[in-house]
């Protein structure tokens, strides 16, 4: 059964890439990275070694313990895009819970990422390892480590499942995983504005607190050696156990419990002038309801909503952490956030079309010219804009406080919004040429239906790649000194919006049947 459940996994992947030289480029470049992230993390935990034996005792620790949660949160960022997470999509086959528990675990241990993982892992037994018997103890507290970490997510992500099935659960989760990354980056900060203290103390701190997880208890368990490290290794098996069997009873609850995202269905409220109160501020015909549609997404769809909250908390971790201990910066620390905040807000435009899915149909029934999917294309930008040209004037203006002088703000504000316009010309290229499918609203993060996710971070790399070329005749001026450049960055942005739809819209009229097939992929 556990072969069978690993099969099945391979045959998934096997599937989706039948056919489609894009999912096959993703899926290779994805291996690509997954070996790079493989030799890195070996790599690096085997520097460790060099390190006093204290000193990297616990910085093993930290790794091993950071290990951990990654793969608590990343799986739950991936829920709904990965079929092995889900114990629902399970629970009419004749199996039994233990059935289940196994062939979920074996799956999860299936594939690149997972391997690399475990690879990664393998440099601590360098870094620790005193000898023969030390390597006879490592080797057995990696995979230790390991399995702890699958258990752990499994864990997680089967007593939430049915939350995350939820609209409100998927609201939540993204709200909680980006808090999450903005406390990630609060060393880094506290650090920028000159905390105080000895960070070999503060690490000892962290290895101290660290000592009696599980993650410490195998690390330590490598560099004891001897009965000692077999006492500590027991301790961790005995926790992979506890939680092998907690997950096991929440994988029972989670098959009999009804499914909340299939209850209390919401009404649909309307207006009894068919209008909303902003529409009536739109332009008429095929823009203006484009706009109207696209601005809904906005309000209420939760993977649209992360990507502008993203966008803000990406802007705030960067201006505070281009501000030293001294105070101001200079210019380039106002126009750096706002920029960067301008181009993943852009990378929305890279795949313009995923987000209406099935639905797309409808747009490409009324599409009959180039010059319609160019209407089209100029209703989701000017959507975008209406959200992101207030929100980059108040980031530049935050940018600028923190830099030391809130003039700034009038030279990083049209910068960022030239930066925008090119993000969006691009785009909008982007979008008719290597267009993917969204997951069908399980998730609330931007991501891939399975399968294409290579291919996703390859489109959205090569924007952003593209528009900081295009960007560089707009902002590297500004940057040398010649801040009245900034007056020609929004007629700039807008000619390569417009460039990029006009060229967009002459590719995508001519592929739409392949866009729409492209988009509307079983996810």
Same mark, same amino acid.
Request: hydrophobic share 55%; net charge positive.
């Given at each position: 059964?556990?072969?069978?459940?690993?099969?099945?996994?391979?045959?998934?992947?096997?599937?989706?890439?039948?056919?489609?030289?894009?999912?096959?480029?993703? =899926? #290779? @470049?994805? +291996?690509? &990275?997954?070996? %790079?992230?493989?030799? *890195?993390?070996? !790599?690096? /935990?085997?520097?460790? $070694?060099?390190?006093?034996?204290?000193?990297?005792?616990?910085?093993?620790?930290?790794?091993?313990?950071?290990?951990?949660?990654?793969?608590?949160?990343?799986?739950?960022?991936?829920?709904?895009?990965?079929?092995?997470?889900?114990?629902?999509?399970?629970?009419?086959?004749?199996?039994?819970?233990?059935?289940?528990?196994?062939?979920?675990?074996?799956?999860?241990?299936?594939?690149?990422?997972?391997?690399?993982?475990?690879?990664?892992?393998?440099?601590?037994?360098?870094?620790?390892?005193?000898?023969?018997?030390?390597?006879?103890?490592?080797?057995?507290?990696?995979?230790?480590? =390991? #399995? @702890?970490? +699958?258990? &752990?997510?499994? %864990?997680?992500?089967? *007593?939430?499942? !049915?939350? /995350?099935?939820?609209? $409100?659960?998927?609201?939540?989760?993204?709200?909680?995983?980006?808090?999450?990354?903005?406390?990630?980056?609060?060393?880094?900060?506290?650090?920028?504005?000159?905390?105080?203290?000895?960070?070999?103390?503060?690490?000892?701190?962290?290895?101290?607190?660290?000592?009696?997880?599980?993650?410490?208890?195998?690390?330590?368990?490598?560099?004891?050696?001897?009965?000692?490290?077999?006492?500590?290794?027991?301790?961790?098996?005995?926790?992979?156990?506890?939680?092998?069997?907690?997950?096991?009873?929440?994988?029972?609850?989670?098959?009999?419990?009804?499914?909340?995202?299939?209850?209390?269905?919401?009404?649909?409220?309307?207006?009894?002038?068919?209008?909303?109160? *902003?529409?009536?501020?739109?332009?008429?015909?095929?823009?203006?309801?484009?706009?109207?549609?696209?601005?809904?997404?906005?309000?209420?769809?939760?993977?649209?909503?992360?990507?502008?909250?993203?966008?803000?908390?990406?802007?705030?971790?960067?201006?505070?952490?281009?501000?030293?201990?001294?105070?101001?910066?200079?210019?380039?620390?106002?126009?750096?956030?706002?920029?960067?905040?301008?181009?993943?807000?852009?990378?929305?435009?890279?795949?313009?079309?995923?987000?209406?899915?099935?639905?797309?149909?409808?747009?490409?029934?009324?599409?009959?010219?180039?010059?319609?999917?160019?209407?089209?294309?100029?209703?989701?930008?000017?959507?975008?804009?209406?959200?992101?040209?207030?929100?980059?004037?108040?980031?530049?203006?935050?940018?600028?406080?923190?830099?030391?002088?809130?003039?700034?703000?009038?030279?990083?504000?049209?910068?960022?919004?030239?930066?925008?316009?090119?993000?969006?010309?691009?785009?909008?290229?982007?979008?008719?040429?290597?267009?993917?499918?969204?997951?069908?609203?399980?998730?609330?993060?931007?991501?891939?239906?399975?399968?294409?996710?290579?291919?996703?971070?390859?489109?959205?790399?090569?924007?952003?790649?593209?528009?900081?070329?295009?960007?560089?005749?707009?902002?590297?001026?500004?940057?040398?000194?010649?801040?009245?450049?900034?007056?020609?960055?929004?007629?700039?942005?807008?000619?390569?919006?417009?460039?990029?739809?006009?060229?967009?819209?002459?590719?995508?009229?001519?592929?739409?049947?392949?866009?729409?097939?492209?988009?509307?992929?079983?996810?």
């Amino acid at each position: 059964m556990t072969w069978l459940f690993v099969r099945l996994k391979l045959s998934l992947v096997r599937g989706g890439l039948r056919g489609s030289v894009g999912k096959q480029a993703g =899926f #290779a @470049f994805s +291996l690509a &990275a997954a070996f %790079l992230a493989a030799v *890195a993390g070996f !790599g690096l /935990l085997s520097l460790i $070694r060099l390190a006093p034996s204290d000193v990297g005792l616990d910085l093993v620790s930290a790794a091993f313990a950071m290990f951990a949660v990654g793969w608590v949160v990343v799986p739950l960022m991936a829920f709904g895009l990965d079929e092995t997470l889900d114990p629902a999509r399970l629970a009419l086959f004749p199996l039994t819970t233990r059935q289940l528990a196994t062939g979920m675990f074996a799956a999860s241990a299936a594939g690149p990422w997972p391997i690399a993982s475990l690879a990664a892992l393998c440099g601590g037994v360098v870094a620790l390892a005193h000898g023969p018997g030390g390597v006879l103890i490592g080797v057995p507290a990696v995979v230790l480590q =390991f #399995a @702890f970490c +699958l258990t &752990a997510s499994r %864990l997680v992500t089967t *007593a939430l499942s !049915g939350v /995350l099935r939820t609209r $409100r659960g998927r609201d939540l989760l993204a709200v909680v995983a980006i808090f999450g990354v903005l406390l990630v980056q609060v060393p880094n900060l506290l650090l920028n504005r000159g905390l105080s203290g000895d960070p070999t103390r503060i690490l000892a701190s962290v290895g101290d607190v660290l000592r009696w997880t599980p993650p410490g208890l195998a690390a330590h368990a490598i560099a004891d050696g001897g009965l000692i490290g077999v006492a500590e290794l027991i301790v961790v098996a005995m926790s992979v156990v506890v939680m092998g069997w907690l997950w096991i009873a929440a994988l029972r609850y989670a098959l009999v419990r009804p499914d909340s995202s299939t209850r209390g269905g919401g009404s649909v409220r309307r207006s009894r002038t068919g209008r909303s109160r *902003a529409g009536r501020f739109l332009p008429g015909g095929t823009l203006g309801a484009v706009v109207a549609k696209e601005l809904k997404y906005a309000r209420r769809e939760p993977r649209a909503r992360v990507n502008w909250i993203s966008a803000v908390f990406v802007s705030a971790v960067v201006m505070f952490s281009l501000r030293g201990p001294g105070g101001s910066t200079g210019l380039w620390a106002a126009i750096g956030p706002a920029c960067l905040a301008a181009v993943v807000m852009g990378l929305q435009a890279a795949n313009s079309f995923g987000i209406d899915g099935r639905s797309l149909w409808m747009n490409a029934v009324a599409v009959t010219t180039p010059r319609d999917l160019r209407t089209d294309l100029a209703g989701r930008h000017l959507a975008m804009a209406v959200v992101a040209v207030p929100l980059l004037g108040l980031a530049s203006l935050a940018a600028a406080l923190v830099a030391g002088d809130a003039a700034w703000a009038v030279v990083a504000a049209p910068t960022a919004w030239g930066v925008l316009g090119a993000a969006m010309g691009i785009g909008a290229i982007t979008s008719v040429t290597a267009p993917y499918t969204y997951p069908d609203r399980m998730n609330a993060f931007t991501g891939a239906a399975p399968g294409q996710g290579g291919q996703a971070f390859a489109a959205s790399f090569a924007t952003m790649l593209v528009t900081g070329a295009l960007a560089l005749p707009i902002v590297l001026p500004v940057l040398l000194g010649l801040t009245w450049w900034a007056v020609l960055a929004v007629p700039y942005g807008l000619a390569v919006a417009w460039a990029g739809r006009r060229i967009a819209a002459g590719v995508g009229f001519a592929r739409l049947p392949e866009l729409l097939a492209a988009v509307s992929r079983p996810s």
